[in-house]
Each structure stands twice: as structure tokens, then as C-alpha cells.
């Protein structure tokens, strides 16, 4: 009998988890339109406490998407705008003598917020860049020999463009490894496209459509505690490191999944069950968000033709599922 209760508990729990995070996506979707699965992975990524790489052409999109999880979830938010002559001072803050104190004061840089939108990321360069690294794993950043906290929760949603074009540099390993996941948006559909071409303009359309936050923070950790608990099997567990290992042992790549990437995994199938209701993690929840947690991590060894391959895709297809 109490087994019983428990399970209704949790499937109570699970279903109004559900709900308020349909509350918040469909509210999302009436700004980014046709791009349901994107949202969700978005969602998804923050509730797992990630960082989101957003990589696409320049229009499609990338940084409503982040504006508009800002509002929906009520967080503070910042927008940094990448250039090829910033420094690190111009993310993290500088220190400035003040004579009537006789002192450095430190001034906190657009990285002090709850969800700091880097955009064109990969327009900085390498120096610049690294002002995120300590940020995106620590919640902290270091400036003349001190410390300080960001703010709580804090995330970063990265936006940047295809590595070929003019003017950009490519991430670099470290940093890519610190997004848990990369996804991009592409062109609408003609319909969708239809319904931009005669609506509002997208960024005053915010104000409209997300006049308020969705769910409050408390909510917001409500519902990452929620994902905490859906349950991941030893098959999947099973599973995922059998993907991990692939990556490691197949010659196709110069490197494999590092141990921070199969941790991500499991968390972001966690959130991914959750969003659809699932109370354990299925082998299609883990087959859906692997492109997006594993795609940006993995560099194909002595074949060009890999970059217009679906590298994820091959893995998935090369393990079998338990």
C-alpha cells in the first residue's frame, strides 16, 4: 500500500512538473516559431544546469531564443556582443582607483547576471574568449588576484556563427567542452516564415507575449530537483558509457567523450525524460539529446569529408541499444 502511494506521489509530482514546463516552452513558442524540439533542448540544457551553444547563420533567431528564455523564466539578463579587439576586462569588470577612498574599486563587468548572452562568441578572440572559462565552470571569476560569486543560477547562452565565415574564431576545446549542449535553429518552414512576415517584430513581441515571468526561481528549482529524481537504469548507464566508449576507441576520432560529457549526458536525459513525462530514462530519450550533448565535442581524425557528416549520428547508429 505505501509502495502504491509513493508512486502516485511521484507521478503527481512528475505530471505537474511536466506541466509547468509546458506552461513555459509554449509560451516560447509563440515567438520562436516551428522550432518546438529546439526549445525544448534549450530548456532542457539550463534545467540540467548547462551552458547552451547556439550555432546557426546570422538571422535565424539565436539571440530572441535566448531572450526569450530570460523572460519566460524571469532571470536577469545581460547581452555581451563579441568583437575581435575585446579583452577579458570588457566580460569579466576592471578594477578602478578611487581617490576619495584611496582604494581599487572593483566594477562588475555584463558576465554579473543570471543568464548572460554571449553573442557572436567566436567573433572574440582566443584571449577574450577565455573570460568565460572560469565563469561557465566555477559560477565565479578571478580579477586582480580576487575572487567573486556570479549570480544564482547563472548560465551562459553562447550564440555563434558557422567557423567559415570571415572573421571567426574557433572555439576551442576546453571551452566547447563547458556547453553541455550545442544546437542550432535553421530557416522556418514556409508557413512559419508566413506567419513572421505578417506578424510583429520579434523582439518587441516579447513585451507582449511574455509580459511576465512564467514560473518564479523557486519553481525553476523545483523543477530541477524533480529532473534529479527520475530514475536512470543500469541499462541506460550501460548504454551511455557504451557511446562514451565508442568516441574513445574508434579511430574516426582525434579524441573521445571526455568524463564531463557522459555526466552531462545523464543529466540532460534526465530533464529530457522529464519534459515528456517519462518517470525513467528510455534509450530514445538518451538517442534524441546525444547530438546535441556530443556534436560539438567530437573532431573527426584525417578526413575532411566528416565535417558535413553527421558525427553524433554515426556513433548512435555504430552502438547498440541495450
Excluded at 569588470?93 to 558576465?111: D, I, K, M
Excluded at 513572421?196 to 507575449?209: H, K
Aim: aromatic share 6%.
Amino acid at each position: 500500500m505505501a509502495d502504491t502511494l509513493q508512486l502516485v506521489t511521484e507521478k503527481d509530482r512528475l505530471d505537474q512538473a511536466q506541466n509547468l514546463a509546458e506552461q513555459v516552452t509554449r509560451q516560447i513558442n509563440r515567438i520562436i516559431l516551428g522550432k518546438d524540439r529546439e526549445i525544448n533542448l534549450a530548456f532542457a540544457c539550463l534545467l540540467a544546469r548547462g551552458h547552451l551553444l547556439i550555432e546557426d547563420v546570422p538571422g535565424v533567431g539565436k539571440t530572441l531564443l535566448a531572450r526569450s528564455l530570460a523572460a519566460a523564466l524571469g532571470f536577469g539578463f545581460r547581452r555581451i556582443q563579441f568583437t575581435s579587439d575585446m579583452v577579458p576586462a570588457d566580460v569579466i569588470g576592471v578594477s578602478v582607483f578611487e581617490q576619495t577612498s584611496g582604494s581599487f574599486r572593483f566594477h562588475p563587468g555584463p558576465l554579473f547576471s543570471q543568464l548572460v548572452l554571449a553573442d557572436e562568441v567566436n567573433r572574440a578572440t582566443p584571449k577574450a574568449q577565455s573570460a568565460l572559462l572560469e565563469a561557465m565552470e566555477e559560477h565565479q571569476v578571478t580579477a586582480d588576484g580576487d575572487t567573486y560569486e556570479l549570480p544564482k543560477p547563472f548560465f551562459v547562452v553562447a550564440t555563434q556563427n558557422p567557423v567559415h565565415q570571415v572573421g571567426t574564431f574557433p572555439l576551442p576545446e576546453s571551452q566547447l567542452d563547458r556547453f553541455l549542449m550545442r544546437i542550432g535553429l535553421g530557416y522556418p518552414d514556409e508557413q512559419h516564415e508566413r506567419m513572421l512576415l505578417n506578424g510583429d517584430e520579434r523582439l518587441r513581441a516579447i513585451e507582449t507575449v511574455i509580459p511576465a515571468p512564467v514560473i518564479d526561481h523557486d519553481q525553476f528549482a523545483n523543477l530541477q530537483i524533480t529532473a534529479d529524481a527520475v530514475h536512470v537504469s543500469e541499462a541506460i548507464l550501460d548504454y551511455i558509457q557504451a557511446l562514451v566508449r565508442f568516441t574513445r576507441q574508434c579511430a574516426d576520432f582525434e579524441l573521445g567523450l571526455s568524463p564531463r560529457s557522459a555526466i552531462d549526458l545523464v543529466a540532460a536525459t534526465r530533464c529530457w525524460a522529464m519534459l515528456n513525462g517519462h518517470p525513467g530514462v528510455r534509450p530514445e530519450d538518451v538517442q534524441t539529446v546525444f547530438p546535441a550533448v556530443a556534436g560539438h565535442r567530437l573532431r573527426a581524425a584525417n578526413d575532411t569529408s566528416w565535417l558535413d557528416r553527421d558525427i553524433a549520428g554515426f556513433v548512435l547508429e555504430s552502438v547498440a541499444v541495450p
